[in-house]
T-cell receptor
Framework: TQLLKQSPQFLSIQEGENLTVYCNSS?????LQWYRQEPGEGPVLLVT?????EVKKLKRLTFQFGDARKDSSLHITAAQPGDTGLYLC????????????????FGRGTQLTVWP | KAGVTQTPRYLIKTRGQQVTLSCSPI?????VSWYQQTPGQGLQFLFE???????NKGNFPGRFSGRQFSNSRSEMNVSTLELGDSALYLC??????????????FGEGSRLTVL
């Protein structure tokens, strides 16, 4: 059972376009992390959001944690080819509703391709 | 500081064989987690070790096992390999001492192909 569902699964856009990736769950998480993985490498942490409603910006990337701490979104402005990669969200379990306290649950990822 | 090191990077085995993968965490990190990554299932949690004790375990059969040594290095073993075990096996280390996961630092993975 996948606690976190990411959409879309694949996204192919032109350089300069904006995009949003979604991460949804029926479970509440203590925190939510976003990672990016490039071919042949392991995932690298981009950001951690902890508070419901929290918004964090990292240059052209904007991350938002839902008010109820069940979902999150990643918005990229003016995408560049260097943004290409697999974007993964991961929620930290609270020990209820089938989640184990402290464990990270990963979504299946969104494969983003930005064409020049 | 040096990152997470996984060995071997690539390996090919046949059905029925066993395999041992190794992970050296970032110096000072005491938590090591293992994940299996496949195109169909994404990242699936195998287990987590902290100070030589298994702290969490995912829903994998008993053929998958692991251990952690006193220097925090970890190994995972898969016995009686099946074709479906072909995957990228990722190790991640964390400095988190409590129940929270903290930031995970991943290695580049060991790509296992079972023929």
């Amino acid at each position: 059972t996948q606690l976190l569902k990411q959409s879309p699964q694949f996204l192919s856009i032109q350089e300069g376009e904006n995009l949003t990736v979604y991460c949804n769950s029926s479970s509440v998480f203590s925190s939510l992390q976003w990672y990016r993985q490039e071919p042949g490498e392991g995932p690298v942490l981009l950001v951690t959001v902890v508070t419901g409603g929290e918004v964090k910006k990292l240059k052209r990337l904007t991350f938002q944690f839902g008010d109820a701490r069940k979902d999150s979104s990643l918005h990229i402005t003016a995408a560049q080819p260097g943004d290409t990669g697999l974007y993964l969200c991961a929620g930290e379990g609270r020990g209820d509703r089938g989640s184990t306290l402290g464990r990270l649950y990963f979504g299946r990822g969104t494969q983003l391709t930005v064409w020049p | 500081k040096a990152g997470v090191t996984q060995t071997p990077r690539y390996l090919i085995k046949t059905r029925g064989q066993q395999v041992t993968l190794s992970c050296s965490p970032i110096s000072g990190h005491r938590s090591v987690s293992w994940y299996q990554q496949t195109p169909g299932q994404g990242l699936q949690f195998l287990f987590e070790y902290f100070s030589e004790t298994q702290r969490n375990k995912g829903n994998f059969p008993g053929r998958f096992s692991g251990r952690q040594f006193s220097n925090s290095r970890s190994e995972m073993n898969v016995s009686t390999l099946e074709l479906g075990d072909s995957a990228l096996y990722l190790c991640a280390s964390s400095a988190q001492g409590g129940t929270g996961s903290g930031e995970l630092f991943f290695g580049e993975g060991s790509r296992l192909t079972v023929l």
